[in-house]
């Protein structure tokens, strides 16, 4: 009878501690509040993907450095 009043306690001591947590944690940032991710671009040149902020634009084609915007798309790739 002892051992099981000592689970009944130790039950009820965990599942206030649950609830207590629970209801003092910040709520979690829904779907909705989330950053949309920048829009990315491929070099031309090398393939490599990176953000359009970052990239170099010439004749519809980005690139990733401005070497590679000088020669240009990779040959055999258009």
């Known amino acids: 009878m002892g051992l099981f009043r000592l689970l009944f306690w130790i039950a009820i001591i ?3 501690f ?4 629970r209801f003092t ?3 979690k940032r829904s779907e909705q509040h989330r950053e949309s991710p920048a829009p990315m671009e491929r070099c031309a040149h090398c393939g490599v ?3 359009r902020e970052e ?3 010439n004749a519809g084609d980005w690139y990733c450095s401005q070497a ?3 020669q240009g798309p990779k040959p055999g790739e258009r």
């Open 55 to 57: 990239a170099l634009s």
């Open 14 to 16: 965990v599942a206030a």
């Open 18 to 21: 649950w609830l207590w947590r």
């Open 49 to 51: 993907y990176l953000p």
């Open 25 to 27: 944690r910040p709520a």
């Open 68 to 70: 590679h915007l000088k």
